[in-house]
């Protein structure tokens, strides 16, 4: 790094549609990497599933250059928008240890919401240099003296140092980028020593021709091509290939040295086996890994079919595909008697499920069935484990009464409650009870207002046991699943009802039952069809009919015991299919 173009690294934070990747694209503009008009919208943020949804799902660095009016020097800004949902904050995290300052974004027509507040003290943890800024002014609904009036009460600041902007127009977004060079500190001091290299790995995706491109932060030495390395947590060792700057295209440079953002070649073939929060180190150095690396494992799962069972092949195709690109994404084959060849996928969370499903589709052409997301308990010594997450709910005042009684419905434990800028609720919840329908319940009593972030927390012993049920005697698997004691009945009984409609009439009754702990809680009755065996008959000794009828009875019973109740394929598209 050249001491006359001094680094700034910086990430913006904010919640879900508050404007991040709109503030980009301003920044981009006024330091010259693009001209206005002459790109698409949201540039740094191509996926076009985050594009329609408005959320960020994949973060996005790019160098830009810049000099501010109030200095000659023209400085390189190393910029990171990060992910815009709480499924993938472990990223949010890594990327916050890249970076020296972070832009805290709030809309002026929301207010500080669940996942700002949880990126600011993520930030604050870091010894951060926190930027408040107030976006969306130009808005008729803004409330911007309210929204600063929040900022200012959370983060303990005057108001005068809280930003206004207009992202979508670009008022003031000069004013603050320049803001960015004089608050947010260059990196510590420069080493250029090749064999105590350390560069903490932020993000990596595949490609095919060159392998795994690793996105990372150097804190010592300097990484070059042809230089030996080593992979701190999974021990892989390889040379590097190249490696570059976000322009925000891939730019190739002779090297990346201390305080420097870029990307590493690593020619390895498996994304797996370089994972966010990794320290790259030289092979032969005793530099040590960076702190706070953890690996990231699936924290819900759930089950995915071709509609048409002669598609197998190809969601399998399309699996191993995504998988090459997805570090998070976890799958194993299974089989359904009544959906055919599938398989059981790992999700970060319930959006990161619905994007892969969603790429699937798009991307491969696939028609599938998702069932409910369910997650993962473990088993030791006949003794279950939940996990559970740590909860935190903004929420105006109004609604803090029917907020606290929806999580106590929903068996979540209140820990504390501050009222900085907004009332802040913090609880500790079975993740099983956020994953059902707690947020939608969340917004319904809020009318809306209240917001919703988590972090895995811990496993703790739960009275929970295995819920099967049965058709006629016989276990259907697709239904069965780990549920703890107290929601048992409800779900077997709301499963059942829901089976009774769904499944046809046969020739015999069926007999629809929930099992949980080898006892039955829940029974529903589908009854046959009956044919008229009586309808020949015109008059007569009222005996014949009887004996007909207790013949057809008997016949019945034959059947019921040797008959397999046939659930047709549409009866699952129907209970698991999403609408």
């Not at 829940?522 to 015109?538: G, H, M, N």
Request: proline share 4%.
């Amino acid at each position: 790094m050249d001491q006359e173009k001094p680094i700034r690294n910086f990430c913006i934070v904010a919640h879900v549609d508050h404007g991040k990747s709109t503030l980009a694209d301003r920044f981009l503009e006024l330091a010259g990497v693009v001209r206005r008009g002459d790109h698409v919208d949201q540039m740094l943020d191509r996926n076009p599933i985050s594009r329609e949804r408005g959320i960020t799902i994949k973060l996005a660095p790019v160098r830009m250059e810049y000099k501010s009016k109030n200095s000659q020097i023209k400085r390189v800004l190393n910029l990171i928008d990060t992910p815009g949902h709480v499924d993938f904050s472990y990223e949010v995290d890594r990327t916050l240890a890249c970076v020296e300052g972070a832009i805290l974004l709030v809309d002026a027509t929301k207010g500080i919401q669940a996942q700002t507040l949880a990126n600011a003290y993520k930030a604050a943890e870091k010894n951060l240099v926190i930027i408040p800024v107030v976006n969306k002014i130009d808005l008729p609904s803004a409330q911007a003296e309210k929204t600063k009036k929040q900022i200012s009460e959370f983060l303990g600041t005057q108001r005068e140092i809280i930003y206004e902007i207009s992202a979508k127009t670009g008022q003031n977004v000069e004013i603050l980028l320049d803001a960015v060079i004089e608050r947010i500190p260059p990196p510590h001091s420069i080493i250029f020593d090749k064999e105590i290299a350390q560069a903490l790995i932020f993000d990596s995706y595949y490609d095919s021709h060159r392998g795994v491109i690793a996105f990372v932060r150097l804190f010592s030495g300097i990484l070059s091509k042809g230089l030996k390395v080593r992979l701190a947590a999974t021990k892989e060792t390889f040379e590097i290939m190249e490696v570059g700057i976000f322009g925000p295209d891939l730019r190739s440079t002779e090297q990346l040295s201390n305080g420097e953002i870029g990307y590493v070649i690593t020619n390895l073939k498996d994304i797996h086996q370089v994972r966010v929060g990794d320290t790259v180190v030289a092979e032969k150095g005793l530099s040590p890994p960076l702190a706070g690396y953890r690996k990231v494992n699936p924290m819900v799962f759930a089950s995915l079919f071709p509609t048409d069972a002669n598609e197998y092949e190809s969601l399998k195709n399309a699996l191993e595909k995504l998988y090459l690109t997805d570090s998070s994404l976890v799958f194993t084959p299974i089989y359904s008697q009544a959906l055919g060849g599938g398989f059981r996928v790992g999700f970060l969370g319930l959006l990161h499920a619905d994007v892969v499903r969603e790429r699937l589709e798009r991307e491969f052409g696939l028609s599938l069935v998702l069932t409910p997301p369910q997650i993962d308990y473990k088993k030791e010594n006949n003794q279950f484990y939940e996990p559970y997450v740590k909860v935190l709910i903004i929420t105006p005042e109004e609604y803090l009464g029917r907020i606290m009684q929806l999580c106590q419905e929903f068996r979540a434990r209140f820990t504390t409650m501050d009222n900085k800028g907004q009332l802040s609720l913090h609880y500790e919840m079975p993740m099983s009870e956020m994953i059902s329908d707690f947020f939608d319940q969340l917004k319904s009593v809020s009318s809306g207002y209240a917001s919703l972030d988590w972090e895995f927390l811990r496993y703790e012993k739960v009275d929970a046991d295995k819920l099967s049920i049965l058709l006629n005697g016989s276990p259907v698997e697709e239904f069965s699943e780990i549920v703890n004691k107290e929601r048992a009945f409800g779900r077997a009984s709301s499963l059942l009802k829901k089976l009774r409609e769904l499944i046809p009439r046969q020739q015999y009754d069926v007999k629809i039952q929930a099992q949980f702990k080898g006892k039955i809680i829940a029974s529903e009755r589908i009854p046959a069809f009956r044919k008229d065996v009586t309808k020949k008959l015109y008059g007569g000794d009222r005996t014949r009919k009887d004996k007909l009828l207790e013949k057809q009875k008997e016949g019945k019973k034959k059947m019921k015991m040797i008959g397999r109740v046939e659930i047709p394929k549409e009866a699952f598209l129907k209970l698991f299919k999403k609408t």
